[in-house]
C-alpha cells in the first residue's frame, strides 16, 4: 500500500471542522465531498477519500480492512485516468484560505513534546504489547520552558516543574488510547508535583526528573460551559500517574538535546468519548514524552482549553454548530 | 417463667446484636468504587536503566508506525492545491481529531 501512495499527494486533516466549518477551505471539503452542496448532518466524513481538485470525489471509503482501502484507491486511480485535464486542476474561483488554525499557535523557541499513551497490562514489561495506543502533542512557549528550567541552573538544583506537571495532567495524562476522551478542568487536579534534579553542570545538564499526578473529574462538567469539548454526558473518571524521566538541556540554546518522561498510571471511569464502555475495569496505562518531530506541526487535542493568553482562538468556533442549525442552509 | 422471659431478654438480645453486626457487615462489603479499585492497582517503579526499554514498549513499532512513512501534507487545502500542481489525485485521510494526532 505504501508504494500506492506514491501515486497520490497525500494529505490528511482533522474532518469536524471540514465538515461543519465557514470558512473557504471548509467550504470547498463540503463542495468537492457533496457535488457542490453544504454539508448539514453529523454524518461522519472519516476515512480515506480520493479526490480530483476539479471533478470532486473519485472514491470514498472508511474502514480498518486494508483490502477494502486498496480497492478505494485502485478505483480512485482509474477514475483519475478518465479526466480530462480541466478536472485535474483547480477551478479558478475556488478559495482555499483559512482564516484560524490551532497549529498557528506553534510556540517557536518553547517546547514540544510528543506524548504516546499505551494501555498496560499487569505485568507490565514483561507482559504482552497492547495495541491500544494513541499520540498526541503536548505545547510550552520559550517563557515556559525558561522558567521552568531557567538560564541559572546548576548540579545538584532541584527544579520545580509543578506547572509544567499540571498541563500534563490536565491535557495528555488522558485515557485516550481508544480514542479521543476529556481534559480535566484545572479545579480537578488534585495531585501535580514534577521535579528535575540537575546532575552536572556547564553547557548542558543532565536532568532526572520524578513526580507524580492525581485528577479525580466527578459527574459534573467543571470546564467552560461553551466549551467545545463539552460532553452531552458526564461520567466521573480519573487517572493517577507516576513520573519518571531522563533529558540533557543545553542551557546556552534553551533546548533540549534528548527528552524521554515517562508516567505510568491508573485510570477509572470513563467519558462519552473514549470507547472505555466496552470495558470499563479501571487499569493501567503508560505515557511517553519526548520531542516532537520538527514537522508536521500537529497541534495538541486540547489546545483550545489550555487557557493561557498565547493560544489565539478563533473569534466564533465555527464548526461548533452545524450549518443547519445556524440557518445557514438557506444562504 | 422468670427464666423464660430473661431467655427471652437475652434472645432479643442477642438478635438485636447479631443484627447490628450483619448490619455493619452490609455496610463492609459495600462494592469498592472505581477509584478505589484502581488505587489497589500495583504500578510498576522505574529505574533510570529501564528507561529505554519502557520508552521502546510504550512507542509504535516500526509496523504499527508504518503510516508515518508516508509524506502527508497536513492541511486538505494545501494537499488539493498540490495534487493540482503534481497532476496528481488526491489522497486525503478524513479523522475526527487530526490523523497525525490523537483520533
Not at chain 2, 31 to 59: G, K, Q, V
Request: include cysteine; aromatic fraction near 10%; charge should be negative.
Amino acid at each position: 500500500m505504501l508504494e500506492l501512495t506514491q501515486r497520490f499527494v497525500c494529505a490528511a486533516d482533522e474532518v469536524w471542522r471540514l465538515q461543519r466549518g465557514s470558512e473557504p477551505d471548509c467550504l470547498a471539503f463540503q463542495s468537492l465531498s457533496t457535488g457542490g452542496k453544504r454539508i448539514t448532518d453529523r454524518g461522519t466524513r472519516q476515512g480515506f477519500w480520493v479526490f480530483a481538485p476539479g471533478a470532486g470525489v473519485l472514491s470514498r471509503v472508511n474502514t480498518r480492512n486494508p483490502e477494502r482501502v486498496l480497492e478505494a484507491l485502485d478505483a480512485g486511480l482509474a477514475a483519475w485516468d478518465e479526466l480530462t485535464d480541466e478536472q485535474r486542476k483547480l477551478p479558478k474561483d475556488l478559495d482555499l484560505s483559512s482564516g484560524h488554525r490551532w497549529e498557528d499557535n506553534f510556540p517557536e523557541g518553547g517546547l514540544a513534546l510528543e506524548r504516546i499513551g499505551r494501555e498496560l497490562g499487569n505485568k507490565g514489561l514483561f507482559g504482552e504489547r497492547s495495541r491500544l495506543w494513541n499520540p498526541d502533542y503536548a505545547w510550552f512557549t520559550e517563557d515556559e520552558l525558561v522558567a521552568g528550567f531557567p538560564d541559572a541552573m546548576k548540579n545538584e538544583d532541584d527544579l520545580d516543574l509543578s506547572s509544567i506537571a499540571r498541563r500534563l495532567a490536565r491535557f495528555h495524562l488522558i485515557d485516550n488510547v481508544r480514542g479521543q476522551s476529556l481534559p480535566f478542568a484545572d479545579s480537578e487536579i488534585e495531585l501535580a508535583e514534577l521535579t528535575a534534579s540537575v546532575l552536572g553542570g556547564g553547557d548542558s545538564a543532565t536532568l532526572l526528573f520524578r513526580g507524580r499526578t492525581r485528577a479525580v473529574a466527578d459527574d459534573t462538567w467543571r470546564l467552560d460551559q461553551d466549551s467545545i469539548w463539552k460532553p452531552s454526558k458526564v461520567i466521573a473518571h480519573g487517572m493517577e500517574c507516576e513520573f519518571t524521566g531522563l533529558a540533557v538541556y543545553d542551557i546556552h540554546k534553551r533546548k533540549f538535546n534528548t527528552f524521554d518522561l515517562i508516567a505510568v498510571g491508573r485510570r477509572w471511569g470513563h467519558t462519552v468519548n473514549n470507547g472505555r464502555w466496552r470495558d470499563p475495569a479501571p487499569g493501567r496505562v503508560a505515557f511517553h514524552f519526548g520531542l516532537a518531530p520538527d514537522m508536521p506541526r500537529i497541534a495538541p487535542t486540547f489546545l483550545s482549553e489550555y487557557g493561557t493568553d498565547w493560544v489565539v482562538a478563533p473569534e466564533v468556533m465555527p464548526w461548533r454548530d452545524s450549518p443547519a442549525e445556524c440557518g445557514l442552509e438557506d444562504e | 417463667m422468670k427464666h423464660t422471659h430473661r431467655s427471652s431478654v437475652f434472645a432479643c438480645l442477642a438478635l438485636a446484636i447479631l443484627s447490628t453486626v450483619a448490619l455493619a457487615q452490609d455496610q463492609d462489603s459495600k462494592p469498592l468504587s472505581d477509584a478505589e479499585i484502581a488505587a489497589d492497582l500495583r504500578l510498576p517503579y522505574i529505574t533510570l536503566p529501564e528507561l529505554p526499554a519502557w520508552r521502546d514498549f510504550i512507542r509504535p513499532t516500526e509496523a504499527e508506525a508504518s503510516y508515518s512513512s508516508v509524506d502527508w501534507i497536513p492541511t486538505f487545502a494545501d494537499g488539493l492545491r498540490a495534487s493540482a500542481e503534481q497532476n496528481k489525485p488526491l489522497l486525503f485521510w478524513a479523522m475526527n481529531g487530526h490523523p497525525l494526532g490523537c483520533t
